[in-house]
């Protein structure tokens, strides 16, 4: 399956990419790349393969929950861009 410069540019539209000439393709031919891949494993026959429930397997571990103290305000501040009372300031994203 081979991908069109009018494709690329129709997605990197949808995107918001401003992308070049030089992007454009470069950018068809690294997806022209991948859907070759994906047709190659389309190829496998695996139907005697049975589903994995997991990717190894390892299952999670999970640990007990339990309270342990956090950082100090202080400390958990000091590396803040801007803070004050105690908080981390932010920009307002919220009309008001």
Do not use: W
Request: charged share 30%; aromatic share 4%; proline share 6%.
């Amino acid at each position: 399956m081979k991908i069109t410069l009018e494709e690329v540019r129709r997605v990197a539209a949808l995107a918001h990419l401003d992308l070049d000439a030089a992007s454009s393709e470069r950018l068809r031919s690294n997806l022209d790349q991948i859907l070759d891949y994906v047709e190659k494993l389309n190829e496998v026959d695996t139907s005697s393969v049975e589903p994995a429930l997991a990717v190894t397997e390892q299952f999670e571990s999970f640990r007990e929950d339990r309270e342990e103290p956090g950082l100090p305000a202080e400390e958990a501040l000091a590396n803040a861009p801007e803070s004050g009372n105690g908080h981390f300031k932010v920009p307002r994203v919220i009309p008001g």
